[in-house]
């Protein structure tokens, strides 16, 4: 592999490889806001280390500013969200930011684009049932993009044969690693030939959809009242419980792999290896007491 110089900085690194992980054309950018927050100014070309993360919290930052050679942070969630006034070390957020970017750390966030792509979170989500499904499809379709067929957000999973919902609470709480779940059932339960599913918040992905159960991090009191009225269950794991695990079981060493490639395949790379690491500060901000 030869070197060239200029070479690209991290933050230009982790763009050229997204396209290959989730496009952020995938992502629903009428709500959504992805892709670069904060571009270092002066970053160390010699860093190689990328802290994976759910949120941007000031523990999570407190973190990556004492591991050594870090350049970039991919939040899933947007930092930025909307339009800012002002960057002042009075707003713990804005201070974040501020710190991160004078020690030369850029943060990217990919959302939904990471909830639509095939190999996604929502993928993941449904993977205690794959054994099971008769069929797997998207709840909303995404943009098509060559080699990202079966893009979209959520999942609609069609069974082979009824499950009770003791039985997929019962899943559910093995693949989440979780003591405890949510449950809201009718008066009548009925046995589950379909799930539908949604990491995060599923409340209006769920809208419409014809299955016994859903599945997702967080509901409003009134659409699991509307979901219970029409006979359907529901399984509520916190917002966040249903998307961190993806980050250590399969997006840390997917990018990992991808960086790698990058900088064997591309003169323009930084030289070295990369290393990915997953935020241990990062926590769903809910506990059971």
Same mark, same amino acid.
């Given at each position: 592999?030869?070197?060239?110089?200029?070479?690209?900085?991290?933050?230009?690194?982790?763009?050229?490889?997204?396209?290959?992980?989730?496009?952020?054309?995938?992502?629903?950018?009428?709500?959504?806001?992805?892709?670069?927050?904060?571009?270092?100014?002066?970053?160390?070309?010699?860093?190689?280390?990328?802290?994976?993360?759910?949120?941007?919290?000031?523990?999570?930052?407190?973190?990556?500013?004492?591991?050594?050679?870090?350049?970039?942070?991919?939040?899933?969630?947007?930092?930025?969200?909307?339009? #800012?006034?002002?960057?002042?070390?009075?707003?713990?957020?804005?201070?974040?930011? #501020?710190?991160?970017?004078?020690?030369?750390?850029?943060?990217?966030?990919?959302?939904?684009?990471?909830?639509?792509?095939?190999?996604?979170?929502?993928?993941?989500?449904?993977?205690?049932?794959?054994?099971?499904?008769?069929?797997?499809?998207?709840?909303?379709?995404?943009?098509?993009?060559?080699?990202?067929?079966?893009?979209?957000?959520?999942?609609?999973?069609?069974?082979?044969?009824?499950?009770?919902?003791?039985?997929?609470?019962?899943?559910?709480?093995?693949?989440?690693?979780?003591?405890?779940?949510?449950?809201?059932?009718?008066?009548?339960?009925?046995?589950?030939?379909?799930?539908?599913?949604?990491?995060?918040?599923?409340?209006?992905?769920?809208?419409?959809?014809?299955?016994?159960?859903?599945?997702?991090?967080?509901?409003?009191?009134?659409?699991?009242?509307?979901?219970?009225?029409?006979?359907?269950?529901?399984?509520?794991?916190?917002?966040?419980?249903?998307?961190?695990?993806?980050?250590?079981?399969?997006?840390?060493?997917?990018?990992?792999?991808?960086?790698?490639?990058?900088?064997?395949?591309?003169?323009?790379?930084?030289?070295?290896?990369?290393?990915?690491?997953?935020?241990?500060?990062?926590?769903?901000?809910?506990?059971?007491?």
């Amino acid at each position: 592999m030869g070197v060239s110089s200029p070479q690209v900085t991290s933050l230009a690194l982790i763009k050229r490889v997204w396209e290959r992980i989730a496009p952020l054309q995938l992502a629903d950018k009428s709500w959504d806001n992805v892709g670069p927050m904060i571009e270092a100014p002066f970053p160390n070309p010699n860093h190689r280390k990328v802290l994976l993360t759910i949120d941007l919290t000031p523990s999570v930052c407190a973190e990556a500013l004492t591991i050594p050679s870090l350049s970039l942070i991919v939040s899933y969630h947007p930092p930025i969200f909307r339009g #800012l006034k002002s960057l002042t070390l009075s707003d713990p957020l804005q201070a974040s930011l #501020l710190k991160l970017s004078a020690r030369g750390i850029s943060v990217f966030s990919p959302h939904t684009s990471l909830d639509a792509t095939p190999n996604g979170i929502n993928t993941w989500l449904v993977r205690p049932f794959d054994a099971l499904a008769a069929s797997s499809t998207p709840l909303t379709q995404s943009e098509n993009l060559d080699g990202f067929d079966g893009a979209g957000m959520g999942k609609l999973v069609k069974l082979k044969s009824p499950l009770d919902v003791s039985q997929a609470v019962r899943m559910m709480k093995e693949h989440l690693g979780l003591k405890y779940l949510q449950l809201a059932q009718p008066d009548i339960v009925k046995p589950v030939s379909s799930i539908a599913f949604c990491a995060g918040s599923g409340g209006s992905m769920f809208k419409g959809v014809d299955a016994e159960l859903f599945v997702t991090g967080e509901m409003s009191h009134h659409e699991v009242l509307s979901a219970v009225a029409n006979g359907q269950s529901v399984i509520l794991a916190n917002h966040t419980n249903t998307e961190r695990p993806y980050l250590s079981q399969v997006l840390q060493p997917w990018l990992e792999k991808e960086l790698n490639a990058e900088t064997d395949l591309h003169d323009d790379a930084p030289n070295g290896k990369w290393e990915v690491l997953v935020s241990r500060a990062d926590a769903d901000p809910l506990r059971v007491v």
